[in-house]
DNA sequence: ATGATATACGTGCATATACACGCATAGTTC
DNA sequence: GAACTATGCGTGTATATGCACGTATATCAT
């Protein structure tokens, strides 16, 4: 007996996190020309445009735990997209610098992500994503309040 | 040097991936004292409701990827909240079953889901969480449309 | 009955996520 | 300058996520 898809729960976690896994399947498809996932494509461009700073700094520029971050950056280094110098003015720092290799990749990537962000924004409207906009603010409020 | 929390991306996907990661902090918080986690309590609470049924029926139900629900419920059963059987009818199927002790965890779980659920219904507003399950839809929608 | 197709299931692999530790160095206070 | 505190960093462990495969059984078409 087979089951129908199904409508979104009561549990307000529950369909965040099914909304997330949806539409990282649709950016990360439109990736896939570049072999490259929408996760590492995040880091990958905040890199470039936030120029060399710490893993410490770059994780909570991008709200993400650290150490999920440090995981995260050896994909992209192992790719050579990235690399990590130590800090002259800070021993303890490292700073992680986009390389050319890099700089090209996310310049391949762009128009893919641009198409991905028109079509969700074509789908959804923009008052959605304003809205959604909001929500991640209200969230990581109330998250920080609690933590 | 150190860098402030950052505003939400440009990115609709790096912002609703934001968000689903500060809400399940939030669930996961308050199921600390049961030693649960969001995304378990939500299996486990789907299993007691729609009673012994297969894994692929079960993933369709939570939109959840098959592959990724088959090891999720491998804690659940070292816990021994769950239980499998081979299924007659169909002897490919395995019916999913919950047992005593995973009928007493969600007992002991609800109430705490049922404060995370009114602590963000009180900070977001229930709009914005009836305006989440739309965006929910739509992105599955889009999604499989995609896909 | 047979062959094609659909469905069910599990595992290997890669990545994402975050908590708990421990270690090293900077900064602050006395 | 010594003690205390804050900050930066990486790893161990556990879970979450999904794609690519291979295997087994059901179902359907002929």
Redesign the interface.
């Known amino acids: 007996?087979?089951?129908?898809?199904?409508?979104?729960?009561i549990?307000?976690?529950?369909?965040?996190?099914?909304?997330?896994?949806?539409?990282?399947?649709?950016?990360d498809?439109a990736l896939e020309p570049v072999d490259l996932k929408?996760?590492q494509y995040?880091v990958l461009a905040n890199v470039a445009r936030s120029g060399p700073?710490s893993s410490?700094?770059l994780a909570?520029?991008?709200?993400?735990d650290r150490t999920t971050l440090v995981r995260n950056l050896k994909s992209l280094e192992a790719a050579g997209f990235i690399e990590e110098h130590p800090e002259v003015t800070d021993p303890r720092e490292r700073a992680i610098r986009i390389t050319e290799a890099g700089r090209q990749m996310v310049e391949k990537a762009r128009p893919l992500?641009v198409q991905?962000?028109q079509?969700?924004?074509d789908?959804?409207g923009s008052a959605?994503?304003q809205?959604?906009?909001?929500?991640?603010?209200?969230?990581?409020?109330?998250?920080d309040h609690?933590?």
Chains 1, 2 share one sequence.
């Open positions: 007996m087979k089951i129908p898809n199904q409508n979104p729960s549990c307000s976690c529950v369909n965040l996190r099914r909304a997330s896994r949806a539409i990282t399947r649709i950016y498809k929408i996760t995040s700073l410490s700094n909570r520029i991008l709200r993400l992500w991905a962000q079509q969700v924004e789908h959804l959605a994503l809205q959604l906009t909001t929500l991640v603010t209200s969230l990581e409020t109330l998250s609690i933590a």
